[in-house]
């Protein structure tokens, strides 16, 4: 049978074999959330980057320069990291250079991996369809605030544990915790996703709206891959 | 109003702050639960070292040597990690060194804190009614298993928070995840920690009855502190 594990935190990647698995990479305040809005709405492609000044040299190349610096956009930037930002028509047929402090690092630590996905509530189950119908193992990165697991990340691997269980056999005491916080919360996502600490540090920018954005599930039927450092829709 | 966090495996140790705060070391399976054992049984000190060779330098100089590699008994040692062998007559007033795969590691590693504590189930209200007369910060230490969280740590670590919660800030979502963990397991501690990874390891070597002892609340009434690299009874 094959298996399903979670990373609680990109920090902690090292400890997991990455050969051969499926990574499926989880942001959800806000960059994956970002990531699948974006290629939903139109993008060519999205190109992760860790640094900052890497953007810019994309940005010359012709990219969209996106993302941001402890919830705050870059200002030269043409977009932060705001799902709404990623639905607009000015975007259609653009590729996007996109760091962010945690999602685009998670995206690039998970390399070494059969194939690398994106997941969020957003195509909750697209994702969760896509890794029912592999043959091959699968790994959760959640990225975590930088270096810490996180509430929100961890829910949405307990929501895709939730999914894949009957069919994989878990591994490791993170599944079992990942799943258990889902389990325990399933009713009411939001209600504890709005409890987190990032969820508190984007209320006091005033993003309570990218919250409940990134909380919706199922608003699209996309799952965007890793193809030659840049992420396309399957 | 003072603070509490977690950090959910020692390998994420450096992303916490440990300068003036009071840090609580838990490996329940099963060093923290042998060293509340050993001292509530009359052994005078037990000093964690990191590695099995230090440990044997202490043996030429009268200490008892202890410890495992993997959950098993390092060979020419006195002692290994079983609760058991620290209720034995022939301990009393002696002096044990110690080394694990993850406990003696992740006391180490609390070093630069204000003072390192010891938890377990086995004097859970004991180390919550030290903490609560602490006027200080704290963090709660767990040391998973070899870097990746586990189960049984971050379900004590819920278990003090539930004490604390209401005279300390919770600071970060790992509090929040641990915190859910002990709640909605409160009912059936023993049944949740034996889904674990490392009781079905525990397990698979014939130690039922560790698991069961280990998990067992209450049953002392110490704190161990570590003073001069060595712990002993507050």
Same mark, same amino acid.
């Given at each position: 049978?094959?298996?399903?594990?979670?990373?609680?935190?990109?920090?902690?990647?090292?400890?997991?074999?990455? +050969?051969?698995?499926?990574?499926?990479?989880?942001?959800?305040?806000?960059?994956?959330?970002?990531?699948?809005?974006?290629?939903?709405?139109?993008?060519?492609?999205?190109?992760?980057?860790?640094?900052?000044?890497?953007?810019?040299?994309?940005?010359?190349?012709?990219? *969209?320069?996106?993302?941001? +610096?402890?919830?705050?956009?870059?200002?030269?930037?043409?977009?932060?990291?705001?799902?709404?930002?990623? +639905?607009?028509?000015?975007?259609?047929?653009?590729?996007?250079?996109?760091?962010?402090?945690?999602?685009?690092?998670?995206?690039?630590?998970?390399?070494?991996?059969?194939?690398?996905?994106?997941?969020?509530?957003?195509?909750?189950?697209?994702?969760?369809?896509?890794?029912?119908?592999?043959?091959?193992?699968?790994?959760?990165?959640?990225?975590?605030?930088?270096?810490?697991?996180? *509430?929100?990340?961890?829910?949405?691997?307990?929501?895709?544990?939730?999914?894949?269980?009957?069919?994989?056999?878990?591994?490791?005491?993170?599944?079992?915790?990942?799943?258990?916080?889902?389990?325990?919360?399933?009713?009411?996502?939001?209600?504890?996703?709005?409890?987190?600490?990032?969820?508190?540090?984007?209320?006091?920018?005033?993003?309570?709206?990218?919250?409940?954005?990134?909380?919706?599930?199922?608003?699209? +039927?996309?799952?965007?891959?890793?193809?030659?450092?840049?992420?396309?829709?399957?």
């Amino acid at each position: 049978m094959r298996t399903i594990e979670v990373c609680l935190t990109s920090d902690l990647i090292h400890q997991h074999e990455l +050969q051969g698995k499926t990574v499926v990479v989880v942001d959800i305040f806000r960059a994956t959330s970002c990531i699948v809005t974006g290629l939903a709405n139109g993008v060519e492609a999205i190109c992760p980057i860790e640094e900052v000044e890497e953007v810019k040299e994309l940005g010359k190349k012709g990219y *969209l320069m996106a993302g941001e +610096q402890g919830g705050i956009k870059v200002p030269e930037f043409d977009m932060g990291n705001s799902p709404f930002e990623y +639905q607009s028509e000015n975007i259609k047929g653009k590729k996007v250079a996109i760091s962010t402090t945690n999602g685009s690092r998670a995206i690039i630590k998970s390399e070494g991996a059969h194939e690398i996905i994106v997941g969020a509530f957003l195509n909750r189950k697209s994702v969760a369809e896509y890794l029912l119908h592999l043959k091959g193992d699968v790994l959760i990165n959640c990225a975590g605030w930088k270096g810490i697991p996180n *509430l929100e990340d961890t829910l949405f691997a307990g929501a895709l544990i939730d999914e894949c269980a009957e069919e994989m056999k878990t591994v490791g005491d993170s599944v079992l915790m990942a799943h258990q916080l889902y389990v325990s919360n399933h009713e009411n996502l939001y209600g504890i996703a709005n409890k987190s600490s990032h969820a508190e540090r984007l209320k006091s920018f005033g993003m309570e709206r990218d919250l409940e954005f990134c909380m919706t599930e199922n608003e699209y +039927q996309i799952v965007p891959r890793l193809v030659d450092g840049e992420l396309i829709i399957q």
